[in-house]
């Protein structure tokens, strides 16, 4: 069965760049959430879409982020005037329900910042 | 904020061996996730605790909740080389959206 997907998997960008990273959640799925991991780090959370709407975006990092998913399935991460720091693993997942289920990770958009 | 910390941050272990990761979590939690992430792959969900002192097991692994439910440890018996990679807790706080993510346990295993 299909899980969830991001495209691209990976980007590199040259600073001051606007990148956007897709993800496809699993069909049906309510909640999609992002995460940024650095290397060898823990995901954080970025932001956290019940169907449309975007519920907590406390995570963004800058007024640079910014999420939108506006049929409630597909999301969109889009990353404006790309900094070096902004290098990571963009992590995507859904969850069938509300908050408090098992999140279904997709594979990561890695992002280099040159 | 809610913070998640595990220790310890790596443990090389000789296949057989056991393995503990704990996780401490600064505020209460309404429940916890474990995920396991193997090297160069994404985080893949184990188990959900929600009730205090739960404890589960599957197969070799087994999962504590605490009593007072602010921390929380996986256990691995008898470790093999599948066992490898890194070991994640993650709180859901009591009104949050967020699922805060602890630094990580990796596991390597020598064979």
């Known amino acids: 069965g299909a899980g969830v997907s991001q495209s691209p998997r990976y980007k590199v960008a040259k600073r001051g760049q606007d990148v956007a990273l897709r993800c496809d959640p699993i069909s049906g799925h309510v909640s999609l959430f992002w995460y940024q991991q650095a290397l060898g780090q823990g995901p954080e959370f970025l932001t956290y879409?019940?169907?449309?709407?975007?519920?907590?975006k406390s995570g963004l990092p800058s007024d640079r982020f910014f999420a939108e998913r506006p049929e409630g399935s597909v999301s969109t991460l889009k990353i404006q005037r790309t900094q070096q720091e902004d290098s990571a693993v963009y992590l995507c997942?859904?969850?069938?329900?509300?908050?408090?289920?098992?999140?279904?990770f997709g594979e990561g958009s890695r992002l280099t910042v040159l | 904020g809610q913070q998640v910390m595990q220790i310890p941050q790596y443990q090389h272990v000789q296949e057989g061996e056991d393995f503990t990761t704990y996780c401490n979590s600064s505020?209460?939690?309404?429940?916890i996730q474990w995920y396991k992430q193997r090297p160069g792959g994404h985080p893949v969900f184990l188990i959900q605790l929600v009730k205090s002192g739960e404890v589960k097991k599957q197969k070799r692994l087994t999962f504590q909740f605490g009593e007072a439910k602010k921390n929380s440890s996986l256990h691995i018996t008898a470790t093999q080389t599948t066992d490898v990679g890194t070991y994640f807790c993650a709180g859901w706080g009591d009104s949050s959206y967020k699922l805060i993510f602890g630094s990580g346990t990796r596991l390597l295993v020598r064979p």
């Open positions: 997942a859904s969850s069938p329900g509300g908050v408090t289920g098992e999140l279904f």
């Open positions: 505020t209460t939690l309404s429940n």
């Open positions: 879409f019940q169907n449309e709407a975007q519920l907590d």
